[in-house]
């Protein structure tokens, strides 16, 4: 989790997120079996072996010039323990770019390279290794980076491999991996959390559609496309795809930026899944949240949970569609924005034995907040 996140603007410290945090994972398998079907794990609500924030490796989890951070995890018993290396913060460069231009009329290039600060930690859930970094950019950029590694799940089949007569029922529902061994087929979402306070608590969630619009005849153009902002009012108006063709922001209406519109934050979502489940499978309900790629909710203290505290037994009667019922509204008031990355997992040889890490992140970049490029002032490398 990530708390009190601030932008200091030539010397005036500006809000930009209350609190960042992981709110819920959900690793549903594909497969029908006895022994498998209930496989549909809810694993931050329901992982409790030790905690799930794994220790740090020095050196090898993070760069040499890291700096590491204990914390505390709460046992079996909810009993918080103490914790080495749950987490390292370190700078990286490695060749970023923050922006670049040829002057094509004097023949000069400015370019300045970026530096990233990047707050790493490492969840173990039993097969599956994650890495969670909040990545802070000089121009104002928070990119939040999921990495899911680890040995995938798998069982012992009859059938040597895919060319075996009995390996089109063996393998029906997942991939060979090695002689004798089948990868079910599987998804991965990752709810998080974020209570964005953009320059204050009192925020407004705003949808700019992007609208084909046809010109009229006498047009040089036959078509374009236009911007339509919409402010949404209530929980309901905010439930929103990952497909739809849209900018997602959070506004703050009180705060106007230099070119007189009110500044915000845009959630700008990167490659991502979607749930293929039928709303009446119990995991879908169990896991609800999977439902809208962006919710929105007023901020409530107790809602922390994307599929609510209790997942291990629930009917689907906790969590985002609960409490969204209500269609509370959402305007000018503090929100807490859910927005869930995820991907589907059709297993490769090449994920055997140990997976290599599979990255998907999304970005919280200033949108109108800053009067200018926040990161013009980097200063040259040599
Ligand atoms: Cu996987």
């Given amino acids: 989790m990530v708390s009190l996140?601030?932008?200091?603007?030539?010397?005036?410290?500006?809000?930009?997120?209350?609190?960042?945090?992981?709110?819920?994972?959900?690793?549903?398998?594909?497969?029908?079996?006895?022994?498998?079907?209930?496989?549909?794990?809810?694993?931050?609500?329901?992982?409790?072996?030790?905690?799930?924030?794994?220790?740090?490796?020095?050196?090898?989890?993070?760069?040499?010039?890291?700096?590491?951070?204990?914390?505390?995890?709460?046992?079996?018993?909810?009993?918080?323990?103490?914790?080495?290396n749950v987490g390292c913060l370190f700078e990286r460069e490695a060749g970023a770019i923050s922006w670049r231009h040829l002057n094509w009329t004097t023949n000069v290039v400015d370019s300045r390279g970026g530096r990233d600060l990047v707050l790493r930690t490492i969840a173990n859930l039993g097969n599956y290794d994650y890495f969670f970094d909040w990545v802070f950019q000089q121009d104002g950029s928070i990119r939040v980076v999921v990495g899911s590694t680890g040995v995938v799940n798998n069982k012992a089949v009859k059938s040597k491999d895919a060319s075996d007569p009995g390996a089109a029922q063996d393998g029906?529902?997942?991939?060979?991996?090695?002689?004798?061994?089948?990868?079910?087929?599987?998804?991965?979402?990752?709810a998080f959390r974020l209570d964005l306070d953009v320059d204050g608590p009192k925020n407004s969630f705003v949808v700019d559609r992007l609208v084909p619009k046809r010109l009229p005849e006498s047009s040089l153009r036959k078509s374009l496309w236009v911007v339509e902002e919409e402010v949404a009012k209530t929980e309901s108006q905010a439930q929103r795809g990952m497909h739809e063709t849209a900018l997602w922001r959070f506004v703050n209406p009180a705060q106007k930026g230099r070119l007189g519109y009110p500044v915000s934050y845009q959630i700008r979502g990167g490659h991502s899944a979607e749930s293929l489940l039928s709303e009446d499978d119990f995991p879908q309900k169990r896991a609800g949240f999977i439902r809208h790629a962006l919710w929105v909710t007023p901020y409530k203290?107790?809602?922390?949970?994307?599929?609510?505290?209790?997942?291990?037994?629930?009917?689907?009667?906790d969590g985002l569609p609960t409490w969204t019922k209500a269609n509370r509204p959402i305007e000018n008031t503090d929100i807490v924005a859910w927005y869930t990355v995820g991907m589907h997992h059709v297993v490769r040889a090449e994920d055997w034995p140990v997976m290599p890490v599979v990255w998907h992140d999304f970005e919280i970049r200033p949108f109108d907040f800053f009067a200018r490029n926040p990161a013009l002032d980097l200063p040259r490398s040599r």
């Fill in 5 to 84: 996140v601030r932008y200091d603007d030539a010397g005036r410290s500006r809000s930009v997120l209350y609190e960042g945090a992981l709110s819920e994972i959900f690793v549903p398998y594909m497969d029908p079996g006895e022994s498998w079907y209930n496989s549909t794990f809810i694993d931050l609500g329901e992982y409790t072996a030790d905690g799930v924030l794994s220790p740090i490796e020095p050196g090898e989890d993070c760069p040499e010039n890291a700096s590491y951070l204990d914390g505390l995890a709460p046992d079996e018993h909810g009993v918080p323990r103490p914790r080495r």
């Fill in 172 to 190: 029906a529902y997942g991939r060979f991996v090695a002689d004798n061994t089948v990868a079910p087929n599987h998804d991965h979402f990752f």
């Fill in 301 to 317: 203290p107790d809602e922390l949970y994307a599929a609510g505290d209790f997942p291990t037994q629930s009917r689907g009667e």
